[in-house]
């Protein structure tokens, strides 16, 4: 099967251009989506996808096509589908360069995805589509509990602690959490990289009839899929890894299509987003198709590296490297943490991350004072906030929150060759130790 590209388009050069239709993505590996999901919103000969800024699009000319509806009115496709190119009104419904991402984001996932301008965006529109009257959430990104404050001035919500159960519940004030309420998840957890068992989240919160909500951004496919675990929602700060370029902006929800009514759940999200603004912007949306070609190479290249660097530090602090280096090591950290060193989870977690761990680790000194000088000792990792770039970053996590120890920095491991991280890495230990002298 082909369609005709010119007579679309109106494009005299390639009137008689037929492009193949491609088979349904579902039959290609990670990679290959990431390359091709987008193939049916091909309407132009372009090999590399155009970028759009029009916010607004013209109607037809022919009065008798003029069919007024109103912005709620759900479209006549699936969630997560094509949105044809004749189909645009206005940029904040839908525009050609976020549609195309949303395309690729569901292949890519599982499930159908909304975008939204930043993680905390997609997290803020999600309590406002569940409003649950009680939150239960660990410590984890300290920027979902700043959105989560604002829900709770507007709303009155409770707010409870994700790893105390008794906290769930409170008789004398007559309330619990229940029916329609959050159980929010984030695994692997900021800053230090520990995952932590979806399954058994999602028993504790579908007893209660509550739901599941995972924030997955340290773990994208193909190293997590929530869904398979029990998620009843996933949120990403595709900024991270979706995006993996530390040039844009972008957050994702996608619904999970094991619960009953998920495409209500879609749609209604969808016509949110109208209303609530928080869309992203074209070049965003365009950069983000630009991402996702390289995505499986990316996640997957990062999380060897930092598998294999956190084994090198691990044998250094557990004496299996006793050599001068070992001992540098040990002289300066006092605790590394990652999960591929939960071995004591080893049953749940090699089933829940089986293709590798997240690409973020965690290194603990044994001073605030050697935590805040280490990153100045490094010449491949920058110094700054975020994480998921191709580029390795490390951050004195206490320059952007301050409910981390002081002795903490955060490393997010990039595409470099692993050896020159580790020998960079070692230097910053060895300069750190000179100094101490």
């Not at 349904?24 to 132009?44: E, F, K, N, R």
């Not at 004749?86 to 569901?106: K, Q």
């Not at 912007?281 to 950069?287: R, V």
């Not at 761990?357 to 491949?380: E, N, Y």
């Amino acid at each position: 099967m082909a369609h005709t590209n010119g007579a679309v388009n109106g494009n005299p050069n390639t009137a008689q251009l037929e492009i193949p239709d491609p088979p349904q993505p579902p039959t290609y590996s990670l990679a290959t989506l990431g390359v091709h999901a987008d193939d049916p919103i091909h309407d132009y000969s372009d090999v590399a996808p155009a970028l759009h800024v029009a916010t607004t699009f013209r109607y037809p000319s022919d009065p008798d096509q003029l069919n007024p509806v109103d912005d709620l009115d759900i479209p006549n496709r699936e969630p997560g589908s094509k949105v044809p190119g004749d189909a645009h009104i206005y940029s904040r419904l839908t525009a050609p360069n976020s549609s195309r991402l949303e395309l690729l984001l569901t292949s890519l996932i599982g499930a159908p995805c909304l975008t939204y301008s930043s993680g905390l965006a997609a997290f803020h529109a999600l309590l406002v589509y569940l409003h649950p009257k009680v939150v239960a959430i660990g410590a984890g990104y300290h920027g979902c509990h700043g959105v989560l404050a604002i829900y709770q001035k507007l709303t009155n919500c409770k707010i409870v602690d994700l790893f105390d159960e008794k906290s769930w519940d409170n008789e004398g004030e007559g309330w619990k959490l229940g029916i329609g309420d959050v159980v929010h998840l984030e695994t692997p957890v900021n800053p230090t990289g520990r995952a932590f068992n979806i399954r058994h989240y999602a028993e504790l919160a579908h007893k209660r009839g509550a739901v599941l909500t995972i924030d997955a951004t340290f773990a994208p496919p193909p190293l997590q899929d929530p869904f398979k675990w029990g998620a009843d929602y996933v949120m990403h700060s595709g900024t991270k890894y979706f995006g993996g370029h530390s040039d844009m902006l972008c957050g994702v929800i996608a619904i999970g299509k094991n619960r009953e009514g998920w495409e209500k759940d879609y749609w209604t999200m969808f016509g949110e987003r109208l209303h609530l603004g928080a869309v992203m912007g074209s070049l965003e949306g365009w950069l983000g198709v630009r991402s996702l070609r390289t995505f499986e190479l990316r996640v997957m290249r990062q999380s060897q590296n930092a598998d294999k660097i956190v084994a090198f530090i691990d044998d250094c602090m557990t004496g299996v490297d006793a050599s001068e280096d070992g001992k540098v090591v040990k002289g300066v950290v006092a605790k590394i943490e990652h999960a591929s060193l939960q071995r004591d989870d080893a049953a749940w977690l090699k089933k829940q991350m089986p293709n590798g761990f997240g690409p973020v680790f965690s290194i603990s000194f044994k001073t605030a004072a050697q935590a805040r000088r280490f990153p100045s000792k490094l010449q491949l990792f920058h110094h700054a906030t975020s994480l998921g770039g191709v580029e390795s970053l490390i951050e004195w996590r206490r320059m952007s929150d301050n409910t981390v120890e002081p002795e903490l920095c955060r490393v997010s491991v990039g595409v470099e060759a692993w050896e020159d991280l580790r020998d960079d890495l070692l230097a910053g230990f060895k300069a750190l130790t000179e100094e101490a002298k």
